[in-house]
């Protein structure tokens, strides 16, 4: 039998989207650091406006190193293209807004980052979008919580803060039963450890200023589009499927059918919210994706080696990944995360807020900082910081005991990072 | 835009824009398993340029409804049916890959209704390998899959798509996923069974044909081949490119376009 002869993961994550400059040459990815380009006369200018013809007008609406990034994330999740954004916040709002207005409603995992929930939960009602959150190993729940007015489901692909397993291909069926679409935050995962549109998922965004950037030096999102998903099918998405005054009455789905979602978002996303990434940014966050599975492959065998350590530390009282036997997600994280279940886990240190507080005061190579997916170790514990104000029962309820702590395993040399965690947790006992 | 026409509905693409009976209709149709969207770059363009345009769906195909039709010679009958019910005279018809068998059949059956044709990633046969018919028959994604490698060249792998954030590769194969079981087998049948026969004897009006030196699908020298029994035919290159000419090479194809359909 014959097989697709395409260019493989690796290949693409360091080429696609990019040719050598046609003027220069240039092997690296210019940063063409402009806002404007020129016309080549009145009549190009108007097909470029009014979407009769392909090319860059201004940098808001798209720039050339942003459209190789663009381009490379695409052909990196198998997505019919690709619109980044300033952060993943701008990715998700920018999804959100270009399928969604007034009087819809969103299925949400209850269990996702809390800038997330904040803009479903607290933000967009004053937009008249509002959200049912769920728990997202409950399919029953995303059932029962679907109306009328539903556009999306909504779930990371690794929850927070557990590191719950999103089923993708049970909760993308719930959503195609109800003809809606299933949007994903794939950002802990990447495309190296999960292909969501394979697996289901019709859009993908990511905070790319984690693993996918991977050196924690320039913010940036993206919305992928799947492009398997039928925006004419039924009335829901008139964003897409009804003609358009903003481009003398253009409907996307019957122009661009399977890519009306990727033209749609720029076309009036970027053009009006303009929440458009910088090329600098674009720049530096290409020089991640092209070892995005080096970094991947590395990632995951720290964490394991790191897992390893805490579970036989006794300081810890538990450790919570999905590649731990113990972790309700086990068994899933083996089908659909065979490559690794990423490197974001927590565990519990003995003797709650305070050895806590004395851990984080005391590790020395791993950074206490609010972010994850660095090229470094990074620690935080939530009871002592973001979370502080919150009573120990507030702490529970929110899934964050006093004794939590996050870890995002780094790149360093393995044993360095468990002789710094060994140390710190010595020292946390010694209270 | 909708259309009911012997009992189905069928759907074009017109660039948004409303068909104007004074503009001359240009009418576009798609390969195997595709539909309308193979024409985005082109559609709204040649709306906004002095012709009426129009990419239909055929039968079964994108959003139109109907039974497919199975064999070309079907095809190119329904085509010409649906050209006399626009009312809006002999069309310029465009056709991709299944689409320029329908178009020539269409103008060698119903001479009346082809004021002239454009062709691309274009034969008189198109025989399809075994392994690709046997995954399309099974509906198994290998049939996009093969379809979609095959009708690239080398450049449409790696990048170069000049609609900003748009991949090529999955664009198609999503295109192609799209599809309601059944439909690529049909089509892909459709294609191998076909014999022109006496073709460049029968189609009258004036030809156009654009070739990618990349094409695998109707390689350059099948193209040839049937360029060469025409008397009337213009044969125009494009270098580095594959089969789905229309999306890796959209700029230089209006231009073809505008020029062939003046
Ligand atoms: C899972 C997840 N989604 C989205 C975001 C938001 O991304 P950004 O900070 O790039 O706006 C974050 C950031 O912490 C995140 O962790």
């Known amino acids: 039998m014959v097989e697709p002869d395409y260019l493989k993961f690796d290949t693409l994550s360091l080429h696609a989207g990019q040719e050598p400059d046609p003027t220069t040459g240039s092997r690296g990815v210019p940063i063409y650091q402009t806002t404007s380009y020129s016309f080549v006369d009145t009549e190009q200018a108007a097909g470029l406006f009014n979407l009769e013809q392909p090319g860059h007008i201004y940098s808001r609406i798209s720039n050339p190193t942003v459209a190789v990034l663009e381009e ?9 293209g690709a619109v980044f954004t300033a952060s993943g916040m701008a990715a998700f709002h920018l999804a959100c807004a270009t399928i969604m207005s007034a009087g819809n409603h969103v299925v949400a995992s209850r269990n996702i980052y809390g800038g997330s929930h904040n803009m479903l939960n607290l933000t967009m009602p004053r937009f008249g979008i509002n959200t049912t959150f769920v728990d997202p190993r409950d399919p029953d729940a995303w059932r029962a919580a679907i109306t009328d007015d539903t556009r999306v489901l909504f779930a990371e692909t690794l929850g927070n803060p557990g590191i719950e397993v999103l089923n993708v291909p049970v909760i993308a069926e719930i959503a195609h039963e109800h003809g809606l679409p299933l949007m994903l935050d794939a950002t802990f995962t990447t495309p190296y450890l999960m292909k969501p549109i394979e697996l289901g998922a019709d859009i993908v965004m990511h905070s790319v200023t984690k693993f996918l950037g991977g050196h924690g030096i320039a913010l940036g999102g993206v919305v992928v589009d799947g492009g398997r998903f039928d925006w004419a099918a039924s009335d829901k998405f008139p964003t897409l499927s009804e003609p358009y005054d903003g481009y003398h009455g253009i409907s996307f789905a019957e122009e661009y059918g399977h890519q009306a979602l990727s033209m749609r978002a720029r076309a009036e996303g970027l053009r009006d919210f303009g929440a458009a990434m910088s090329p600098a940014n674009a720049f530096h966050l290409l020089q991640g994706v092209e070892t995005l599975p080096l970094r991947m492959r590395r990632h995951v065998e720290n ?17 919570s990944h999905p590649s731990v036997s113990s972790h309700p997600d086990h068994e899933l994280a083996k089908e659909l995360l065979p490559k690794g279940a990423g490197a974001i886990l927590s565990f519990g240190i003995t003797g709650g807020r305070e050895a806590g507080r ?43 005991g006093e004794d939590l702590i996050r870890l995002s395993v780094g790149l360093e040399d393995p044993e360095d990072i468990i002789n710094d965690l060994a140390r710190a947790l010595r020292a946390s006992q010694k209270g | 835009m909708d259309l009911e026409f012997q009992g189905i509905t069928v759907n074009f693409a017109t660039g948004g824009v409303e068909i104007d009976h004074s503009q001359p209709p240009v009418l576009m149709v798609h390969g195997a398993g595709m539909d309308r969207t193979v024409w985005s770059q082109q559609t709204r363009y040649l709306a906004h340029h002095g012709f009426s345009a129009m990419a239909v769906d055929l ?107 748009l991949w090529m590769r999955s664009g198609c194969q ?89």
């Not at chain 2, 192609?176 to 459709?190: K, P, Q, S, T, W």
Request: with cysteine; aromatic share 4%.
């Open chain 1, 72 to 80: 490379r994330l695409a052909a990196l999740e198998g997505g019919v």
């Open chain 1, 303 to 319: 964490t394991t080696a790191v897992i390893e350590f805490l579970e036989e530390n006794e300081a810890v009282s538990w450790v």
């Open chain 1, 358 to 400: 004395r851990f984080i005061e005391n590790v020395q190579l791993a950074s206490h900082v609010a972010n994850v997916g660095d090229a470094k170790t990074l620690v935080i514990h939530p009871a002592s910081t973001t979370h502080q104000q919150l009573s120990a029962e507030d702490l529970a309820a929110a899934g964050v």
């Open chain 2, 59 to 165: 039968p079964g195909h994108g959003d139109s409804s109907g039974e497919l039709l199975s064999t070309i010679d079907e095809m190119a009958d329904w085509l010409a049916g649906l050209i006399r019910s626009l009312d809006l005279g002999p069309v310029r018809l465009v056709g991709h890959s299944m689409g320029c068998l329908i178009a020539l059949e269409t103008a060698a059956r119903h001479g009346d209704v082809t004021e002239r044709l454009v062709l691309m990633g274009a034969a008189a046969a198109m025989p399809v390998h075994p392994d690709l018919l046997g995954a399309a028959e099974r509906n198994e994604i290998l049939a996009p899959q093969l379809m979609t490698a095959w009708a690239h060249g080398t450049r449409a792998h790696i990048a170069g798509n000049p609609t900003p954030g």
């Open chain 2, 174 to 262: 999503a295109l192609l996923e799209r599809a309601a079981d059944g439909v690529i087998y049909n089509d892909l049948f459709a294609c191998s069974s076909y014999e022109a026969g006496d073709i460049a004897g029968q189609v009258k009006c004036p030809i156009t044909v654009i070739v990618g030196s990349e094409d695998k699908m109707t390689p350059p020298k099948a193209t040839a081949q049937l360029v060469a029994g025409f008397s009337e035919v213009e044969l125009l290159h494009l270098e580095g490119i594959g089969h789905m000419m229309m999306l890796e090479a959209p700029d230089q194809i209006r231009e073809m376009m505008l020029t062939a359909l003046q």
